[in-house]
């Protein structure tokens, strides 16, 4: 057997060495570093035990099932209250958490994880093989990563209460990153018995994280507190969502705060200390010495995504190649704000940061903007002046409203009237799957610190916006199966290229994310809304 990992020790070794990424469904991309702005936590003093976080969010998550409900809130809480057998540090590369050892065989099929020993849920009972065995096989059958490995699996099963043994039927390059991905979370076995596909009720949102749940008033508050339950990894000093973790906080108060200028007028008053306020925020908070302005680790990949599902007007790919050469994506990044310092004007599915992934071809189509080509196509597709486009988006991310009003302005330039509906985001989500064929159009971001395929939501989408293909599958396990980084760049640029052909997605930037947050906060790692670590300076 080849020992992949032994404690501290370096831990990744052969074909899987290459430094690469779990991923958030709706956040990030590796690497950004933060702005001159933030001040040193080394600058900060010890840590101080007590008090509370409080933190603005732009919508309730409605459910905290991370397989059922994959929005950006749900994931942020979720990491605070849930764990996987691996988990990303602040350079996006997965580490074990909670497993302590593993291995994998020589062929390459076989992996067996030996848990970490006390680790308990909040409600006391013992984290044993079955919780994950129970977990992951939910994973592999419900969620849109899980799905993509599943076709990969033979067998999944507990070998005694501290050791999982999963065996594939074909070697799988990147099985690591992606259980170390969203989704992959461990639960108790006994709460996900009847589980519904709306998720699990808040009184199964238990976990092994460092808070638990204490109360939750839906659709205005969610409160977590200190879990002293919680038995951290050693002193490996990995940041992100990896390693140590301590529970300085008594407790983090989550706000649903919607309108952009109570969520300012909030943080500025001191109502909360953290808001990830949107793009067109960032000069003034920038410029205003009361918080202090950071980059996040990460970047969206900003998507306009296209229905090809029968009924819709975007079946035929001559209507998705004219909506790109319709849209003036430089006009559209403007209007978003932020400017340079938070738009990157490329069509790649992964971050530049991503050396191993990242890929520049299809740029040519990306740059593409010509209205007359474009209104040729729409009619040689059926959609004609005076025909109705319907698009589909939310306002709890103020960016997706803005993106569908700019492409309904560009729509009427050439005689094509748009229906637009605005929802909050769960709300959004359940309105496309409801109705497949009801829409044509919908705005969302992705994560760009993608490092497989079946991460990527041009690869996970075909259940939404029903874009699968056989071709597309056929590269996806054509990566599956490389034995090298040079391999899966190369499967990489294949891939993109296809992308660039079919459309599935139309990538409008990607832009980084950005937190505003009081002073007071000292240990914050940047990492999204990661708040184990952190405390509140007296």
């Not at 590796?30 to 010890?46: I, L, Q, T, V």
């Not at 035990?49 to 809130?73: C, E, H, I, K």
């Not at 992606?178 to 989704?183: D, T, V, W």
């Not at 309105?431 to 395929?453: E, H, V, Y």
Request: with cysteine.
């Amino acid at each position: 057997m080849n020992v992949l990992w032994s404690g501290p020790r370096a831990w990744r070794a052969g074909l899987f060495a290459v430094a690469t990424a779990g991923a958030l469904l709706l956040t990030g991309c590796a690497g950004a570093a933060p702005s001159a702005s933030a001040p040193s936590s080394a600058d900060a003093g010890p840590p101080v035990r007590g008090g509370t976080l409080t933190v603005a969010v732009p919508t309730d998550p409605q459910s905290l099932d991370m397989v059922a409900n994959p929005g950006q809130v749900t994931a942020h809480i979720g990491n605070l209250l849930y764990e996987k057998l691996f988990e990303v540090d602040k350079a996006f590369t997965a580490r074990p958490m909670l497993v302590d050892t593993y291995e994998m065989s020589d062929d390459r099929l076989t992996y067996t994880f030996k848990l970490r020993a006390g680790v308990t849920f909040h409600d006391g009972g013992a984290l044993t093989a079955a919780d994950v065995v129970a977990s992951l096989q939910r994973w592999l059958k419900t969620h849109l990563t899980g799905q993509q490995v599943n076709a990969d699996v033979k067998s999944l099963a507990a070998d005694g209460d501290t050791t999982v043994k999963l065996e594939l039927k074909k070697p799988r390059y990147p099985l690591i990153d992606e259980l170390a991905s969203p989704g992959a979370e461990i639960y108790a076995a006994k709460n996900l018995q009847g589980v519904p596909p709306t998720g699990f009720l808040k009184e199964a949102a238990v976990g092994t994280g460092p808070y638990k749940l204490k109360t939750w008033d839906i659709g205005r508050e969610i409160v977590l507190e200190r879990f002293d339950g919680y038995k951290s990894r050693a002193e490996e000093d990995w940041g992100g969502q990896a390693g140590a973790k301590h529970t300085y906080l008594d407790a983090i108060t989550y706000k649903v705060v919607a309108d952009q200028d109570a969520l300012i007028n909030g943080l500025q008053t001191g109502q909360w200390q953290h808001a990830m306020p949107s793009d067109d925020q960032y000069v003034a908070l920038k410029n205003n010495p009361a918080v202090v302005v950071s980059h996040l680790a990460g970047a969206n990949q900003n998507v306009i995504i296209p229905n090809f599902n029968k009924g819709s007007k975007f079946t035929d790919p001559r209507a998705r190649q004219a909506l790109n050469l319709l849209m003036d994506k430089r006009a559209i990044n403007a209007a978003t704000g932020g400017g340079p310092d938070l738009s990157v004007e490329v069509g790649a599915m992964v971050s530049q940061d991503n050396k191993a992934l990242y890929s520049s071809v299809g740029e040519d189509v990306y740059k593409q903007h010509d209205p007359a080509k474009a209104k040729e196509l729409f009619a040689q597709a059926g959609i004609n002046a005076g025909d109705t486009v319907h698009i589909v988006t939310t306002n709890s991310y103020p960016q997706f409203s803005q993106w569908a009003v700019l492409l309904q302005d560009q729509l009427s330039k050439i005689g094509i009237k748009t229906k637009i509906d605005t929802f909050d985001f769960p709300t959004m989500l359940g309105t496309l799957t409801k109705d497949p064929a009801g829409w044509d159009i919908t705005t969302l971001f992705f994560n760009a610190a993608l490092t497989s395929p079946s991460q990527m939501p041009a690869v996970t989408l075909g259940g939404l916006n029903g874009s699968s293909s056989p071709e597309l599958a056929k590269l996806v396990e054509e990566y599956n199966g490389v034995t090298s980084p040079e391999a899966a760049k190369a499967v990489m640029d294949k891939l993109q290229g296809y992308v660039w052909q079919q459309f599935p997605v139309i990538t409008l930037s990607q832009s980084r994310l950005y937190a505003a947050y009081s002073p007071k906060l000292k240990g914050y790692d940047t990492f999204y809304r990661v708040f184990w670590n952190s405390w509140l300076q007296k």
